[in-house]
T-cell receptor, first 114, second 109 residues
Framework: DTGVSQDPRHKITKRGQNVTFRCDPI?????LYWYRQTLGQGPEFLTY????????KSRLLSDRFSAERPKGSFSTLEIQRTEQGDSAMYLC????????????FGPGTRLLVL | DAKTTQPPSMDCAEGRAANLPCNHS???????VYWYRQIHSQGPQYIIH???NNETNEMASLIITEDRKSSTLILPHATLRDTAVYYC??????????FGPGTRLSVLP
């Protein structure tokens, strides 16, 4: 399967703990996006990378959130000192930077903070 | 905020065509219309996109009105597996994809 993969698929943690999620994009894609989705809502943009450079961050991305894409391939999203409000589906997407850019999404990581 | 308006829900009988409308009255000349769908507990799946002309692929057809202020996604022969939330997004190069709440399509046996 050469699609976008995410790991883990599910994560349960206690409030105050740190969590890290990984995303492996489609291999030739130079852009990688992170989104958050809560129940009944569409995905909300968090941040994106072009190669290894983080080009944009949403105001939704608080100081407790950090994302990296060190070699322009896989990416990690870390949440420090998790709060119950962080419970959501975290989605990763990748794309080629073209005028008709099409993003391809992974299956998501569902986070539950107790 | 999303630049599109979609009905919150629709039903369709299995085997019939599903026609999902989307209003984007403020669309700019360089903005494409994209459709994605999300089946329960999965990531969004790309369906189709277009600029001015109607488009068709193996999944669906996209009909864009001449003034580009609205569009319709057509699933020609809906199956139970097409039950999902369908998102219509308008986006120009350099802009982010902004998802609204979408249309929840239920295909009924």
């Amino acid at each position: 399967d050469t699609g976008v993969s995410q790991d883990p698929r599910h994560k349960i943690t206690k409030r105050g703990q740190n969590v890290t999620f990984r995303c492996d994009p489609i291999s030739e894609h130079n852009r990688l996006y992170w989104y958050r989705q809560t129940l009944g809502q569409g995905p909300e943009f968090l941040t994106y990378f072009q190669n290894e450079a983080q080009l944009e961050k949403s105001r939704l991305l608080s100081d407790r959130f950090s994302a990296e894409r060190p070699k322009g391939s896989f990416s990690t999203l870390e949440i420090q000192r998790t709060e119950q409000g962080d419970s959501a589906m975290y989605l990763c997407a990748s794309s080629l930077a073209t005028e008709q850019e099409t993003q391809y999404f992974g299956p998501g990581t569902r986070l539950l903070v107790l | 905020d999303a630049k599109t308006t979609q009905p919150p829900s629709m039903d369709c009988a299995e085997g019939r065509a599903a026609n999902l409308p989307c209003n984007h009255s403020t669309i700019s000349g360089n903005e494409y219309v994209y459709w994605y769908r999300q089946i329960h507990s999965q990531g969004p799946q790309y369906i189709i996109h277009g600029l001015k002309n109607n488009e068709t692929n193996e999944m669906a057809s996209l009909i864009i009105t001449e003034d580009r202020k609205s569009s319709t996604l057509i699933l020609p022969h809906a199956t139970l597996r097409d039950t999902a939330v369908y998102y219509c997004i308008v986006r120009a190069y350099g802009q982010n994809f902004v998802f609204g709440p979408g249309t929840r399509l239920s295909v009924l046996p």
